[in-house]
C-alpha cells in the first residue's frame, strides 16, 4: 500500500526557517517525481515544486511564489523527500501535502500525504 | 504561466442530479490535465487524468472530456458523498496550476 507522511509542520517566527519531511513507503521511490502541494487555511490548492527522479538528473521546479527561498531535495536510500522552507513569511501559511506524481499520457497526483499544517506568525 | 478558471466557482445541486464543472486553461493544454475532488480536512483525491481517463477505483459516474483549451467534468447522478469541491490541474508546462476549485453543495 502507497503510504506517504509528512511531518516537521509547526508554528514559527516570520523570517525563520523550516523543513518538511516526506515518508514514503509501499512503492519505489527513486523512480518517481515527488511534489509538494500547499492549501492556505479556507484557500484553493497551490502546487510548490517538485523533484525529479535520479534517472533524470534529480532537478528541480519552484513555483514562482516560493521560488528562492525553498529547496526540495530528496534521499532516496530512505524514501524521504524534504521541503527546506527559508525566510518564512505570514503568507506561507497552509496545510503543505506531499504527493507523488505518475506519468501515464500526462502526470498527475495519484497519492496524497495527509499534510502538515505550517503556521508562519509572530 | 498558464491560468486554470473553473466555472461556475460554487454550485448547489441535489442528489441524483447531472453536475457539470467546466475549466478553462489560459493556453492550449493538450489534455494534460487532471481533476480532484476534496472534502473537508482531507487530502485531495485523484479522479481523473489525462482529461478522461479515471483513476481506478473511482466511480464511473465520474467523466471528464475537453480538448484545447475547455475541460469539464461531469458527475451523472450525485450521490450525497460527491459534495465536496473540485479542483483541476494542468500539468502542460510549469508551474502547474490548479484552477481555484468548485464547491458543489447541497
Known amino acids: 500500500e502507497v503510504q506517504l507522511v509528512e511531518s516537521g509542520g509547526g508554528w514559527v517566527q516570520p523570517g525563520r526557517s523550516l523543513r518538511l519531511s516526506c515518508t514514503a513507503s509501499?512503492?519505489?521511490?527513486?523512480?518517481?517525481?515527488m511534489s509538494w502541494v500547499r492549501q492556505a487555511p479556507g484557500k484553493g490548492l497551490e502546487w510548490v515544486g517538485f523533484i525529479r527522479s535520479k534517472a533524470y538528473g534529480g532537478t528541480t521546479e519552484y513555483a514562482a511564489s516560493v521560488r528562492g527561498r525553498i529547496t526540495i531535495s530528496r534521499d532516496d536510500s530512505e524514501s524521504i523527500a524534504y521541503l527546506q522552507m527559508n525566510s518564512l513569511k505570514t503568507e506561507d501559511t497552509a496545510v503543505y501535502y506531499c504527493?507523488?506524481?505518475?506519468?501515464?499520457?500526462?502526470?498527475?497526483?495519484?497519492?496524497w500525504g495527509q499534510g502538515t499544517l505550517v503556521t508562519v506568525s509572530s | 504561466d498558464i491560468q486554470m478558471t473553473h466555472s461556475p466557482s460554487s454550485l448547489s445541486a441535489s442528489v441524483g442530479d447531472r453536475v457539470t464543472i467546466t475549466c478553462r486553461a489560459s493556453q492550449g493544454i493538450s489534455n494534460s490535465l487532471a481533476w480532484y475532488q476534496q472534502k473537508p480536512g482531507k487530502a485531495p483525491k485523484l479522479l481523473l487524468y489525462a482529461a478522461s481517463r479515471l483513476e481506478s477505483g473511482v466511480p464511473s459516474r465520474f467523466s471528464g472530456s475537453g480538448s484545447g483549451t475547455d475541460y469539464t467534468l461531469t458527475i451523472s447522478s450525485l450521490q450525497p458523498e460527491d459534495f465536496a469541491t473540485y479542483y483541476c490541474q494542468q500539468y502542460y508546462s510549469t508551474p502547474w496550476t490548479f484552477g481555484q476549485g468548485t464547491k458543489v453543495e447541497i
Open positions: 504527493t507523488r506524481a505518475t506519468y501515464s499520457f500526462t502526470y498527475y497526483f495519484d497519492y
Open positions: 509501499g512503492f519505489t521511490f527513486g523512480d518517481y517525481v
